[in-house]
Structure formats: C-alpha cells, structure tokens
C-alpha cells in the first residue's frame, strides 16, 4: 500500500493519515500490529509526521504457513490474489484454542504448497463450523488489505437453509439488533437496547407444513445472524442445537453459503462463484420436498 502526502493529510500522522484515507479503525490496528512503514524509502513508526509530498509505503513480512494438511479442496474459484473454496460442514476455517490442526488454512497450505508456493492464506470472510459453503480467502496480506480497504461491502453471500414448518411469509426483512448474551461468550440474542443493528433478508423457496427452504442475504454480518433471528421468528434451523433446532432430521444447523459475488480490487472485474446445497441439506430437500423442483 502506498500514498503521496497531498496538503490536505501534511501535518498528521501516519496513523491519522490512514482514518483521514478511509481505513477503519479496525483495519488500523491491523495495519499497526502486522505492517512496517516507510517515509520515502526509510523506516519510520506509524506517529511519524511525514513532510508535505513524501511517499508512505506500508509493507508486510513474509509469514510462514500453517502446517498442511493434505485433504482434496472443492476450489470453486481462483486467480493471482484470491480463491473461493466450497467448504464441508464440521471443518473449521482456522485454528481454536482447543483445535490446531486439521483447519481449512491448513488445507489450503497444502494446496499452495503444490499450486502457488508464493501465496499464504488470509480469510476475508469466516463460516461457522457446522455451515458449509464459500469461503473467499486472500493469497497475500496485501490482497486482503486491498478487498478490506475499498471492496469489503462489495462482498455478498447468499445462502440456503432449512427450517421446521411452512415459513410464515414469502418474504421478510428482519431488523432486530443483536447482542451478545450477558451470561454466554458464545451465545447471541436479540436485544433491542443494548444490540448492534443486523439485518436479515429471508425469501421462502419451497415450503409444507412441515419443513421449509429459504435463500437468505444479510445486509450485515453480526455473530450467528441467520440462526439469531430465524430462532427469535420461531423457526430455528434444522439441527441447530445450539439455538433449539431439532436434530431428528440433520444433525448440524442447515445452514448452506451458495453463493458469493465480490469486486476483485486489482482487476475491477466482479466476481460471481456458486456451490451445489451440500449433499445432507439436499437429502432432506429431496426427500420432504422435492416435488417443488420438478
């Protein structure tokens, strides 16, 4: 990343350059943790002044890769800066405290190691564990600094769910702010003082009385959005025990991303990637709902 020092950022510094330049104040504190900066070719700190007409340049250090794990990858999309994988229900996208190995970063490793040995995993977006479906990973921090930095809302997933019973409406906007629950570092609620706005846009794809399928995009990306206000309308996912799904018909929630568009910064193009409902979700399309896609 790179600027010239123009009138209008002469006499602030680094770090208040980059807020004057668009960056959020999240994407700062990354900046300031991973980048090193540079004022006309020497090292400087992020509270240096620079002169009016110098050039900043913010550089990364090579990382190194997470130990890889040899597993087939549904790749659905990828070119120099970035890849969309279609991931299965129950892989993590990147290691927990309690989990290390076996993650879809570790997978991705391995698959650099074999296809690109200059490219290291970054995520831009994550899933849930149980969620399967598209993941968009950056190749370098500079190509996840650069969808961060101007595209990030250009990002869109769709996604495809299963719940109990004839869904009460063939559309719905849901716009109840979301919460952490105050005795759950897991758990989130709605919560109409205290939440951060989120919003829900559910269509009814096919339905009985008994089961419904619905295509979902989000407008925000609160913590378990989708399973927070489909639970607090009455209809939690299928298999979502966490939110009080039933587990009789699938054992994890029947949450699918199928599809994901994004603007691809260094090329300007946009960027369209779908994945097939994943094999379980479809074996209960099938089987209580078919008929509506003959």
């Known amino acids: 990343m790179k600027w010239i020092v123009t009138d209008a950022l002469a006499g602030k510094t680094v770090s208040q350059q980059l807020r004057l330049l668009g960056i959020s104040q999240r994407e700062r ?7 090193t900066v540079f004022c006309n070719g020497e090292r400087v700190d992020f509270h240096t002044l620079p002169p009016l007409a110098a050039e900043i340049s913010l550089q990364w250090p090579v990382p190194s890769r997470p130990p890889a794990w040899h597993i087939p990858l549904d790749i ?3 070119d120099a800066q970035y890849i969309v994988v279609n991931k299965p229900a129950g892989m993590l996208v990147h290691a927990t405290a309690k989990e290390r190995e ?3 970063l570790h997978a991705l490793s391995a698959y650099f190691e074999r296809h690109d040995a200059d490219a290291y995993p970054h995520l831009i977006q994550r899933l849930d564990r149980n969620t399967s479906g598209l ?3 950056a190749k370098s921090p500079q190509a996840q600094h650069a969808l961060n930095r101007n595209h990030l809302a250009s990002v869109e997933r769709t996604y495809r769910a299963l719940v109990p019973g004839r869904f009460f409406t063939p559309y719905a906007e849901i716009t109840w702010p979301i919460a952490r629950c105050k005795d759950s570092i897991i758990l989130r609620e709605v919560n109409l003082t205290e939440g951060k706005p989120a919003v829900t846009y559910v269509t009814r794809l096919a339905a009985n009385q008994q089961l419904s399928y619905l295509g979902i995009r989000l407008k925000t990306g609160r913590t378990h959005q989708i399973r927070v206000h489909l639970t607090h309308l009455g209809y939690p996912l299928l ?5 009080g799904g039933s587990r009789d018909i699938l054992t994890r929630q029947a949450l699918h991303a199928a599809t994901l568009t994004f603007m691809q910064p260094y090329t300007g193009q ?5 994945a097939p409902l994943a094999p379980d979700m479809n074996a209960v399309l099938e ?8």
Do not use: I, N, P, Q
């Not at 089987?287 to 003959?294: A, D, K, M, N």
């Open 29 to 35: 504190r990354r900046l300031r943790r991973e980048a």
């Open 76 to 78: 659905r999309y990828e």
């Open 102 to 104: 076996k993650t879809l």
């Open 135 to 137: 993941v968009l990973v």
């Open 239 to 243: 298999g979502d025990d966490l939110y």
């Open 270 to 274: 946009t960027v369209r990637v779908s």
């Open 287 to 294: 089987r209580h709902l078919s008929h509506y896609f003959r």
